[in-house]
């Protein structure tokens, strides 16, 4: 399956461990008879990707709007060089998530595109001030950081808060998509499928933490140890985020609690 109809993608040059491949653009145009566009995320500041935005945006009879998935560096810091081509405003959650918006959107705030219907959901979770936004006639999510095409999504406290990730994951199980376009890596098309590996893989890694917390009492780099041991190193720190995220989810749950001894060591046991 291709991207929607009307919908294309420019990838940004931002590769890296944690973006992959780099930031999916998204620009949907109005349709059948009606001028105009929106974007997704614009990006990184590069002058070469913001510039080939605007000019395909241009050639679509213009940039209606700049939507914001997030307010995180490789998705917004090109959005004040975008408005400056195109004289398009910026919208997103919040201005303490995206200093550079024109206008804030509501949870399930709808607004049209021309002919087409894009709602907005506000789905917290990866960082507090997280939408995505719903192509209504494509049954098509523009998912942000709320799911990947490729890797894992980080949950870092404590902008990212696990109990509000696992709540978001699930209102989106609860909604028909056709597909999910992450903003890194490609589309997913079996949304469902996706969303259900999602969730059972977080119940997984809960189980893990509470039984890495059977014998007595750890501290988290030694649940680092045990539970990533067959991971890249260089991927141990934010598993440490990952799996502090899981553990304040719990002891907010009253399941976990934490003691520090008389050098300040902060370990966690079962409550
Ligand atoms: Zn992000």
């Not at 959650?93 to 200093?99: E, H, I, Y």
């Not at 991927?235 to 001894?261: C, F, I, N, W, Y």
Request: glycine share 10%.
């Amino acid at each position: 399956m291709g991207l929607p109809n009307g919908v294309e993608l420019i990838l940004a040059p931002n590769p890296s461990l944690l973006t992959g491949p780099g930031t999916n653009t998204y620009l949907i145009a109005a349709g059948e008879g009606h001028g105009g566009c929106v974007v997704i995320d614009p990006g990184p500041e590069d002058a070469g990707h913001l510039t080939k935005i605007a000019e395909m945006a241009e050639a679509r009879g213009g940039l209606n709007a700049i939507l914001i998935t997030h307010g995180h560096p490789d998705h917004v810091e090109g959005a004040a060089r975008l408005r400056e081509l195109t004289g398009a405003p910026v919208l997103a959650w919040s201005r303490a998530g995206s200093p550079q918006a024109d206008a804030l959107l509501a949870d399930e705030q709808v607004f049209l595109i021309g002919g087409r219907q894009v709602r907005a959901l506000h789905t917290p979770g990866h960082r507090f001030d997280h939408l995505c936004f719903l192509l209504e006639d494509a049954g098509a999510l523009f998912a942000g950081d709320l799911v990947a095409g490729v890797g894992t999504v980080v949950i870092a406290p404590p902008e990212g808060d696990l109990a509000e990730y696992m709540a978001s994951l699930r209102r989106l199980l609860a909604l028909e998509l056709r597909v999910i376009l992450p903003a890194h890596g490609p589309q997913i098309d079996e949304p469902r499928t996706l969303l259900e590996q999602y969730i059972a893989h977080r119940n997984e890694r809960e189980a893990q933490v509470l039984a890495g917390l059977a014998a007595g009492p750890v501290t988290v780099d030694a649940l680092v140890a045990s539970i990533y041991a067959d991971v890249d190193p260089r991927l141990h720190p934010m598993a440490a985020l990952s799996l502090t995220a899981h553990l304040l989810k719990l002891e907010r749950e009253g399941r976990v609690a934490r003691e520090a001894d008389a050098t300040g060591t902060e370990r966690w046991r079962l409550a």
